[in-house]
């Protein structure tokens, strides 16, 4: 196993920016679980060990010995966008669909699919990803404005279903005009109980920004207008957490 040069770590410790991580075409998985969930699902560039730590979870002899590295503490604290750096860091190269960012027009197989309409906290999106995964979710759509899903706080709230649920970007209002068979369900105010509410095995399910909801957009075009009651009609300040509110709403979908 190699040091880790100083060329390549000034590199990987820029990864943490969405600019550099487009501009370089690499993400970054940190913790060994998450790495090890993850190696196979991506193509490895560069798998780095911090000094004097022996990997329980990932064979490092099934690795090509030129993608292996070593580097001390310190250098993992400059990679590493965590409080307390992890011993384990993969960099991957980003997949071509993460660099390509459109008007999306695909007609989609019949099946039940994630909308997430301006979502901007990393910890939100992970979490949504890995409930998403809990579910049996294959696909989400994201707007152009939600989060980064290779932002490295994001990957790691995917505890490694990052690597099983494909997140495209792109227009949402333009995806659901190409698919108009597939009814949009989306959680309004004024929407009917989701607990007795019909629902089907197909469709979008539309997840609106922390602060603002669903746009006005989206809002137009949902057919399907749901509501998460707060028990026994008691009354709430705020809303539930975008994260919460999406494994309530999967959760009776495939109920």
């Given amino acids: 196993m190699q040091e880790l040069s100083k060329t390549k770590m ?6 943490g920016s969405r ?3 487009l501009r370089h075409g ?3 998985v940190e913790g060994e679980k998450s790495v090890a969930d993850t190696i196979g ?3 490895l560039v560069a798998l780095i060990v911090r000094s004097g ?3 329980s979870m990932i064979d490092l002899s099934d690795l090509p010995e030129d993608k292996l590295f070593v580097t001390s503490g310190t250098g993992m604290d400059k990679i590493s966008s965590l409080s307390t750096s992890s011993p384990v860091v993969a960099v991957y190269k980003l997949p071509v669909t993460a660099m390509e960012r459109g008007v999306a027009s695909e007609k ?3 099946d039940l699919y994630l909308m997430l309409d301006g979502i901007q906290d990393p910890g939100n999106l992970g979490t949504i990803v890995r409930t998403a995964h809990w579910f049996g979710i294959k696909r989400i759509f994201a707007s152009q404005d939600t989060v980064d899903i290779y932002n490295p706080k994001t990957i790691q709230s995917t505890m490694g279903s990052v690597a099983k649920v494909e997140v495209t970007y792109c227009d949402l209002a333009g ?3 190409a698919n ?8 309004l105010l004024d929407g009917e109980n989701i607990n007795h509410a019909r629902l089907g095995n197909n469709g979008f399910i539309v997840m609106g920004n922390e602060g603002k909801g669903i746009s006005s957009e989206l809002r137009e075009k949902v057919t399907d207008r749901l509501l998460i009651p707060p028990y026994n009609g008691s009354d709430h300040s705020e809303s539930l957490n975008v994260a919460i509110a999406t494994g309530i709403t999967l959760a009776a979908f495939r109920r």
Avoid at 10 to 15: D, E, N
Wanted: glycine letters at 4%.
């Fill in 10 to 15: 000034s590199l990987f410790s820029s990864l």
């Fill in 180 to 187: 108009k068979e597939l009814p949009v369900y989306g959680l």
């Fill in 108 to 110: 989609l197989p019949a």
């Fill in 41 to 43: 699902s991506f193509e």
């Fill in 175 to 177: 995806l659901i005009d």
């Fill in 26 to 28: 690499l993400f970054i």
């Fill in 53 to 55: 730590f022996e990997p």
């Fill in 19 to 21: 600019k550099h991580r």
